[in-house]
């Protein structure tokens, strides 16, 4: 086992990665921004080191600082978390130069599935179903007309460097092709700093559906039970539950075989999540991402498997104790809540918490590095706390989410909360199988002020 990890990130994942390393008896290094200086994961942590001033550019994507982190209290592995560096190519490669092992995957896996482009090809190579459309890279705007031409409107142009919505257009005819390009590229360039796009089939209405992987260095591939994260907002994820309610158990079988076998053809090591859409009975992949997700603790609660443990253990050499696809106990939902006002266009929110006080009972978990008395800093991305509800049945988590959410006190900032109530009291959502695209409604009835709140300003658990 590795004796000492670094963790390179912040907030909730940086207290996640520290409560695991504390329980397998590995001592924990946290960095931390001159904003950060009051936060959990500095507390906590074994040692701590600041890497520089607020800007995520000085701080936590400071690779010379980080590594000279890591050098000076003797951490011989580095833990990414999610975000910032965690699917840096170059990153990871350094580490490896250093002689510091990398939680994740090798330089090569994270640099060949981190360009979408070529993820597709790799995929479509280890017989996985990929979207109709480009076979890598459109130089231009006649190139994704031809692939218009063959494939059919509408299309999507995409980042092959980014993600998250950024970089990415619909096209539904060829007189906007030019412009959406120009745009896409544009925007790509300035978020990722690489303008390369590719083209696939626009599905009109679909579902992001994804498997969860951890692979060991000895060939050892665990499979573990979807989740379903199709309620979004701007290609954010908002809400994620597993198993996914309603999925054709054919179309379930073919996305862990399609998972297992592209795992496999990476010589992959470390845990992922194999992306995909499904729309009508077909299922296609759309990307890979090469670390831990968000929703993590989705499939945690489901299977009761410690993924962070199983990383820092696999980052250590050891063998997983257990291959194959992992069997679901109930049903889990996770919702993020996010310092953002859905009644004013999800504006971002920072200041102090006046007041916080979590959830709990059965089958309630909160991941937050949230207390009474801090200051959420404006430099960062919005997740405030991830509440993840688990229960027998999908209605039974449903319920137990509601409750959970109403239970749930944060004075001082404007949240995602009242969106979450809302969520749970929508048939639409309430029956299963929502496409990617049901938030698009639910964001018209918000703006018009459909959401009821309580005289106090908190959310009312009649949310609407």
Do not use: W
Not at 130 to 141: D, Q, R
Request: charged share 25%; aromatic share 6%; with cysteine.
């Amino acid at each position: 086992m590795v004796g000492k990890v670094l963790i390179a990130n912040r907030g909730e994942i940086a207290l996640r990665v520290i409560r695991a390393c504390r329980e397998l008896g590995v001592r924990s290094v946290a960095v931390y921004s001159t904003a950060d200086e009051d936060s959990l994961h500095r507390m906590l942590a074994d040692e701590a080191v600041c890497i520089g001033p607020p800007p995520a550019s000085l701080s936590y994507l400071n690779i010379p600082a980080i590594i000279s982190a890591a050098e000076l209290t003797g951490a011989d592995a580095i833990h990414p978390g999610y975000g910032f560096l965690a699917e840096n190519a170059r990153f990871a490669e350094i580490c490896e130069r250093v002689g510091i092992k990398f939680v994740g995957p090798s330089s090569e896996a994270i640099a060949r599935m981190g360009d979408k482009a070529t993820a597709r090809r790799v995929a479509a190579e280890a017989g996985v179903p990929v979207t109709p459309g480009s076979e890598g890279l459109c130089a231009g705007a006649a190139e994704i007309r031809q692939v218009g031409a063959e494939v059919g409107y509408p299309l999507v142009i995409k980042a092959s460097a980014g993600g998250g919505g950024k970089g990415m257009r619909v096209v539904r005819h060829a007189s906007e092709v030019e412009a959406a390009h120009a745009e896409a590229s544009r925007e790509a360039g300035t978020s990722f700093g690489d303008g390369s796009v590719y083209v696939e089939r626009y599905l009109e209405r679909l579902r992001h559906v994804e498997m969860q992987v951890l692979a060991d260095a000895h060939g050892n591939v665990m499979t573990f039970p979807e989740r379903d994260c199709s309620i979004q907002r701007r290609y954010q994820k908002l809400v994620e539950e597993s198993p996914a309610p309603g999925l054709p158990p054919e179309a379930r079988a073919g996305m862990i075989e399609a998972s297992a076998a592209l795992v496999s053809s990476l010589g992959y090591e470390g845990a992922g999540t194999v992306e995909f859409v499904y729309s009508e009975g077909e299922f296609y992949f759309i990307e890979m991402n090469t670390r831990l997700q968000v929703e993590h603790p989705v499939t945690e609660m489901v299977t009761g498997v410690d993924l962070v443990a199983e990383q820092l253990k696999v980052a250590s050499g050891e063998g997983l104790e257990r291959s194959g696809m992992q069997k679901a106990s109930g049903h889990a939902i996770e919702f993020r809540i996010n310092a953002e006002d859905p009644r004013r266009n999800f504006l971002p929110q920072a200041g102090p918490v006046e007041f916080y006080n979590a959830p709990g009972g059965p089958g309630v978990r909160v991941d937050s590095h949230l207390y009474t008395g801090y200051r959420v800093p404006p430099h960062y991305d919005s997740l405030l706390a991830k509440l993840v509800v688990h229960a027998a049945d999908r209605e039974g988590a449903i319920r137990r989410g509601a409750r959970a959410l109403d239970e749930f006190a944060l004075v001082g900032l404007e949240t995602t909360l009242p969106l979450h109530l809302a969520v749970l009291e929508d048939e639409e959502f309430v029956r299963g199988g929502v496409p990617t695209r049901f938030l698009e409604v639910r964001e018209l009835k918000i703006e018009k002020g459909l959401l009821r709140f309580a005289a106090d300003g908190a959310p009312s658990a009649s949310a609407t």
